[in-house]
């Protein structure tokens, strides 16, 4: 009679332990997770890899990382490393000319979106030093300030447009502006020497000196102005940097204001 204890025995033996034990031990049982990459210990490759896939994620409305670009502009930024700029670039280039397209000013612009892009990531790493750096403790942070800089280089942009509309058209006479007496014209001719001493004294570099003076006393455009000075620019896109930068301090310069009563 004693076949059947056995039998019970058995079949508790074989199925393992009661439920309850059974369930302590599972509970007790450590849970493996596979450790996090930290993000500052990966070579800039992996690195940028891993951003390309944490950026599809986010796309897709998927749960993503942000630790890995926020590294990125890390060395970027704080360390300065040229590298990890150049893949900044790559990887949000698209992006920021999305920004400059939807910003209100740029079509008044007359440029391409493409253009600006350079200036907006040149603005944002001037703006943003190492010591900055830390204003700044989230990836959506810099974005949302890279935005910003883009919004405001389309606007310098236009604003630069502006001023050189208003140079070339009151502070030097054309020559089918109309007849003037002796006098004035006299006027006129010291009117003119002594502005354009003072933008003289602006102008930093014979580049700048020859957009200036080529745009608006010669009337050349910036593609012409690029092919006679090839020494000076290595592409169309320096003479347009440069001549939207010199209107834009000009435009800021309150004693050339003052000049014009504005």
Known sequence: MMQPTSTSRSTRTSAG?????????ERAEPIIVAPAIDPTQMDLASLEQRCQVESERFYRGQQHDTRYA??????????????AWACIYNHYRNLVESWVRR???FASSGESSEYFVGPVFTRFWQAISAERFASFPTLAALLHYLQLCAGCVVIDSVRAQSWSEMVSE?????????QTSPDEEAMERVSRAEFWEYIATQLSGEAERVVVFSSYV?????????QRYTHLFSSINDVYNVKRNVLGRLSRNQELRQMFGI
């Open 103 to 105: 910003s209100g000013a």
């Open 218 to 226: 010669l009337g050349m455009k910036p593609g012409d102005i690029f």
């Open 170 to 178: 009151d502070a030097i006479p054309y020559a089918n502006a109309p």
């Open 70 to 83: 926020y590294e990125l502009f890390r060395r970027a930024l704080v360390e300065r490393d040229d590298q």
């Open 17 to 25: 332990m009661p439920r309850a034990s059974r369930t302590r031990v």
